[in-house]
């Protein structure tokens, strides 16, 4: 059984940084893997995507201040958050599309 579990999420003040990671178990963890975020009372939206050779997407407003990268060495997805911003608060979780696995989130408050 495949697993994703995410880790790295914190209070940070605007401007701030944080790095999430989502460590996967198993073989399936080499393909794609994205990053989503819920934030209160809206509804889950994706974020960023990395596949198994390294291109990457990502939604228009974190274009220039996130960025996802992988660790295939360690099954491990990254997601670089700089210049957080208040609208950035909400629950992020990693999900591996090919199989609908999903992981159980990280908080990431952003406030002063």
């Known amino acids: 059984q495949v697993q994703l579990v995410e880790s790295g999420g914190a209070l940070v003040q605007p401007g701030g940084s944080l790095r999430l990671s989502c460590v996967a178990s198993g073989r399936e963890s080499l393909y794609s893997i994205a990053w989503h975020r819920q934030a209160p009372g809206k509804q889950r939206e994706w974020v960023a995507h990395i596949t198994s050779g390294g291109t990457t997407n990502y939604e228009d407003s974190v274009k220039g201040r996130f960025t996802i990268s992988r660790d295939n060495t360690k099954y491990t997805v990254y997601l670089q958050m700089n210049n957080l911003q208040p609208e950035d608060t909400a629950i992020y979780y990693c999900?591996?599309?090919?199989?609908?696995?999903w992981g159980q989130g990280t908080q990431v408050t952003v406030a002063s």
């Open positions: 999900n591996l599309p090919l199989l609908g696995i």
